[in-house]
């Protein structure tokens, strides 16, 4: 069980939104900033979000990240069969002295 | 930037195993030695788990309750390299092993980029 939580899996169709949450408590997301990564099986996971909400270069706009008090939110916009995948959520947890990711979430294209 | 691990392989039960990450690239190895640096890995069907971190000039160390005592993070910057010196593994120790650069140690809050991730299987 993560300390911090995903659902397992959300899917749409194309050219839908999917929204992704991330729960955790006062130690971690309440207390710092979180970041989102993208991982297609296989390869090595991708920084999609950081500081909540900042895209690093090349990312599209269609993925944006908001944070609120002790959760945080990845929205995929205009979702494409390219985006399916694993996403996970993270951030330092001031409790455990440790950086965390989520469970994940598998987003599915229909 | 570009991080390139190496020396992932299958080990026994109570085994030892010392992984390395390289950067490649002029860039990257002009500022390697600028760079928080961190272990992170991932077991099969499982989300990546956060090992350690050594900060640039590689006399702060921390790391999880997962390995502490049993892994030791290290790093030369004169050839741009990290490293993970894994002892007494466990068939838990099974996983993917990444070496990822962060924004900084104790509080970071994220990490980029990721090298393409070493096997290390633990079995007898």
């Known amino acids: 069980q993560s300390v911090l939580t995903q659902p397992p899996s959300v899917s749409a169709a194309p050219g839908q939104r999917v929204t992704i949450t991330c729960s955790g408590g006062?130690?971690?997301?309440?207390?710092?900033?979180v970041s989102w990564y993208q991982q297609v099986p296989g390869t090595a996971p991708k920084l999609l979000i950081y500081?909540?909400?900042d895209r690093p270069s090349g990312i599209p706009d269609r993925f944006s990240g908001s944070k609120s008090g002790t959760s945080a939110t990845l929205d995929i916009t205009g979702l494409q069969t390219g985006d399916e995948a694993d996403y996970y959520c993270?951030?330092?947890?001031?409790?455990?002295?440790?950086?965390?990711f989520g469970g994940g979430t598998e987003v599915t294209v229909l | 930037v570009e991080l390139v691990e190496s020396g992932g392989d299958l080990v026994q039960p109570g085994g030892s195993l010392r992984l390395s990450c390289e950067a490649s690239?002029?860039?990257?190895?002009?500022?390697?030695?600028?760079?928080?640096m961190n272990w992170v890995r991932q077991a099969p069907g499982k989300g990546p788990e956060w090992l350690a971190y050594?900060?640039?000039?590689?006399?702060?160390?921390?790391?999880g309750d997962s390995v502490k005592g049993r892994f030791t993070i290290s790093r030369d910057n004169a050839r741009y390299s990290l490293y993970l010196q894994m002892n007494s593994l466990r068939d838990e120790d099974t996983a993917v092993y990444y070496c990822?650069?962060?924004?900084f140690g104790s509080g970071t809050n994220w990490f980029d980029p990721w090298g393409q991730g070493t096997l290390v299987t633990v079995s007898s």
């Open positions: 990822t650069k962060s924004s």
């Open positions: 690239g002029y860039g990257s190895r002009f500022s390697f030695g600028n760079y928080h």
């Open positions: 993270g951030t330092w947890d001031y409790s455990l002295n440790v950086f965390l």
């Open positions: 500081d909540n909400s």
């Open positions: 050594i900060n640039p000039a590689g006399d702060i160390t921390y790391y």
């Open positions: 006062s130690s971690n997301i309440g207390s710092t900033d």
